[in-house]
Structures are given as structure tokens and as C-alpha cells.
């Protein structure tokens, strides 16, 4: 495919992508107090949940984005769904359950921004999302279908996102698997690696971060890529925090250096990078065809890590995912040129 193909197909398609899942709220760590004895943590309100949080990075940066879960009837529920519908997601398949609560997560973070959680999670709302709440309606238009791992922790809500996942391929939708796992939020404080690897199957698009690959296949990584590239998987991304991303084609493997920041909040870093590679893929017809463009693929995967390496110089989740303009000022400051991406954009947005 040559470079002007790519070019068209990139102006003239632009997909809505559909994040399934989780939305709940992060209470981050901001400043510990004394009264003299006893040190006090004080905590801050943000909109969270990875799928919420990719929802809203292809929004900010103009893309067309919906979020399909539940959240309590309660004021965490209801400043949710305010938030995703503030930062232009479409909201008309999330739902509020009558009796149960919205999740929570409180967030530690330590100097170097890293993370630390305590999940509040039993029964809450978003684990109690139905089969039957899911329907033709949600594919009607081709969305990239896009999940996380945290949906797989219990039987119930595990068996609903199988199935709209399957739902999804029924209908041809693209696939996008963050896998992003959470150990403190499986019963047995471990992930159990075959449920995760049951889904990975269906993907069309992976992303794990090196210590997600590393225990997901269980010690031979070479093998377990290979396997992931035999089932339906075209593109699968392998992060590792500042360090070198990698990335793998049916036919290639390529890698990149993610931009140098001084990170303050790594929450978002992550769903910010998968937010912009779906913002990307979703301007064209068929993700093979930005595939067999191997630069255009790498300018697009660089575009992404600028996307994360931003988000993670703010507190946060929903407010440090960067809007367009944001990231192209961040791209043309911290990075080699990325003409024809920018310009694409550009004119698209």
C-alpha cells in the first residue's frame, strides 16, 4: 500500500470507538498533614476506569467516542456520567444501577509517581452489568470495540464481556484488548492467567505492559507473541513504562523510544497511549491497511507514547488525558518530525 493510499484512507474514515467497562472514581493521594501525631492523607476526586479513560482520550482529541457500562444511582454515578458527557463521550449506553454503588480506587502514589491501589469493588455496580443490557444498537455504525481486563474478575461480568465481544466480531467490529491487569481486584489476588488468555484470542489489537506479558505467558514470550499473531491479533504493543515500547505486525517488528518526561501521575499513561492509537486507527476502513504502511504505523505508535508521556505530567486521569492541539504542540517539541501524521491530522480534525 503506498503512502498517498494511506493518506486517503486516513482523511475520509473515521470509526467511533466503543469502550466497555469500568468507570469509577480515583481517589488520589494529594498532600499528608500532621495534627501533630497521627499523619492525615488528604485525597482528591477524579473520573476514572481504564475503558472510561480510553472513551475520553479519543474524545479530546476529536475523535468520535462512547462508553458502555454502569455506575451507581449515587453521587459518584452522577458525576461520571457528567464527567465522560464534559469531555464529549457518548453516554446513551451507560446506565445507573438502582441499589448498587459506584466503584471506588484509592490512589497512592510515591515520589516517582507510581502508583499503589485499594480498590472498593464488591458488588458494586459496574460488576453487576447484564448480558441482556447489551444489543444491536451498540455496533450499529462499526465501532472499534474496545476492553480491559477488569471486567474478567468475577464469572458473571466475565461472561458478559465474552459475549459482547463475541457480539462485536459478529458484527465486524475491530477489536482492542488493554489487558492492564489488577491482581488486588481477583479473589485470589491473582489473575488467572486463562481468563485473561481466553480474550486475548479474540483481539485484533493488543496492548501489554512488559510485566503483563511476562506473566501472562507463563515464560516463553517469543511463543506466546508468535501465538497471539496465529489467532486473530494484527497489532500487538508491548510498553514498559519510560523505556523502549516494542511492537509487532504479522509481518514486521519495529520499536521506539517514548518521550522523556518528569512524571508526577502515572494513572493515565497507559489509557492515554491506547486512547490515541484507537483515535488513529479509527480513520481508517481496515486496520491492514495501516499495517502494510510500516511508517505511517511507526509515526502512529509515536504519536501514541507522546499521547501517554504527556498525560503522566499531570495529576489525574480524565483532566491529564491531552486534547489535540496539546499533543501536537508536545509532538513537534519532544519529538523527531512527524510530517505527514501531523499534517493528516491536521486536516482531519
Known amino acids: 500500500m503506498s503512502q498517498s493510499s ?13 469502550c466497555f467497562g469500568e468507570a469509577l472514581i480515583d481517589f488520589l493521594q494529594t ?13 482528591r476526586q477524579y473520573p476514572g476506569g481504564a475503558p472510561a479513560n480510553a472513551a475520553v482520550a479519543v ?27 464534559t469531555y464529549g463521550v457518548d453516554t446513551q449506553l451507560m446506565s445507573q444501577h438502582v441499589s448498587a454503588k459506584t466503584a471506588l480506587a484509592f490512589v497512592m502514589l510515591d515520589n516517582a509517581g507510581e502508583r499503589s491501589f ?34 474478567l474478575t468475577e464469572k458473571t461480568i ?37 481468563s485473561v488468555n481466553k480474550l486475548v484470542k479474540y483481539a485484533h489489537i493488543l496492548k501489554f505492559s512488559l510485566d503483563e506479558l511476562t506473566y501472562l505467558a507463563q515464560g516463553d514470550i517469543e511463543a506466546y507473541i508468535k501465538s497471539c499473531l496465529a489467532e486473530n491479533c494484527q497489532l500487538l504493543i508491548i510498553t514498559d513504562g519510560e523505556n523502549i515500547l516494542t511492537y509487532y505486525t504479522p509481518t514486521d517488528l519495529d520499536a ?38 510500516a511508517r505511517l504505523l511507526k509515526q502512529i505508535v509515536t504519536f501514541s507514547a507522546g499521547c501517554g508521556a504527556l498525560a503522566v505530567t499531570q495529576h489525574g486521569a480524565f483532566p491529564a488525558l491531552p486534547n489535540f492541539e496539546q499533543s501536537i504542540d508536545f509532538m513537534k517539541e519532544h519529538s523527531s518530525p512527524q510530517t505527514q501524521l501531523l499534517d493528516i491530522f491536521s486536516r482531519s480534525n
Open 256 to 293: 521506539i523510544s517514548p518521550p522523556k518526561v518528569q512524571a508526577v501521575d502515572t494513572t493515565a499513561g497507559g489509557d492515554a497511549f491506547i486512547g490515541a492509537l484507537l483515535f488513529a486507527v479509527s480513520h481508517f476502513e481496515d486496520l491492514s491497511e495501516l499495517i502494510e504502511n
Open 31 to 43: 498532600t499528608t498533614q500532621t495534627d501533630g501525631l497521627l499523619e492525615l492523607n488528604n485525597y
Open 118 to 151: 485499594s480498590f472498593h469493588r464488591q458488588q458494586t455496580a459496574d460488576l453487576l452489568f447484564e448480558q441482556s443490557q447489551i444489543n444491536d444498537t451498540w455496533f450499529k455504525d462499526s465501532p472499534i470495540f474496545h476492553f480491559c481486563s477488569n471486567t
Open 158 to 194: 466475565a461472561d458478559c464481556t465474552e459475549y459482547a465481544v463475541q457480539q462485536a466480531l459478529i458484527h465486524n467490529a475491530l477489536i482492542s484488548f488493554d489487558v492492564n491487569l489488577r491482581h488486588n481486584l481477583w479473589p485470589t489476588g491473582k489473575v488467572a492467567i486463562d
Open 59 to 85: 474524545a479530546k482529541l476529536g475523535g468520535t467516542a462512547l462508553f458502555a457500562g454502569q455506575v451507581g444511582d449515587d453521587p459518584f454515578g452522577e458525576f461520571l456520567m457528567s464527567a465522560l458527557q
Open 6 to 18: 494511506g493518506v486517503k484512507a486516513l482523511l475520509s474514515i473515521k470509526k467511533p470507538v466503543l
